[in-house]
Every structure is written in C-alpha cells, then in structure tokens.
C-alpha cells in the first residue's frame, strides 16, 4: 500500500513542476554528485523509480514547488470568518 501512495506523490510533484512550466525546454544542466546508497534505495522503493536522471528530476521537482500546506496558516492567520468567535 505504501508503494501506491509513494507512486501517486511521484505523479503528483512531476504534473505540478509539469503546470509550472519547470519541465520545459532542453537538458541543459548537468549535475553529478555522491549519496548515500540507504538513501538512494529507500528512495527508488517509495517512487518506484530506478533511473538516476529521473530519480534526480523527481527530487528536484519536489525541491522546486511550494508547500500549500506550509503556507497556508500564513495566508489565513488572523482570519477566522464572521462567524467565528474563540472563546477562552
């Protein structure tokens, strides 16, 4: 179970960085670097990727897109409607 929900978040943080236009145009960074080999595998099991390019492009595309849920008590602090009281 936990792979399908694994899977569905790779699908998800590729068609947002898709929407937003951060898959378009050419390849034309290159970058290498070493990891860890726990990390790599723990991540490959949860997307069910095993290419590194799009290993490195789902990392990325997950890095570039903003987190609504971190945003959100931002946006909404201070507001609770008219018809809201807080008691105490």
Request: positive net charge.
């Amino acid at each position: 179970m936990r792979r399908k929900a694994g899977r569905a978040a790779v699908t998800v943080a590729l068609e947002d960085a898709r929407r937003a236009g951060l898959l378009d145009g050419d390849k034309t960074e290159h970058l290498s670097f070493r990891a860890p080999k726990a990390l790599v595998d723990a991540a490959r099991r949860e997307s069910g990727i095993e290419s590194p390019t799009e290993l490195g492009i789902l990392a990325l595309a997950t890095l570039a897109q903003p987190d609504p849920v971190a945003f959100f008590p931002k946006r909404t602090q201070g507001k609770l409607g008219p018809g809201h009281k807080l008691e105490f």
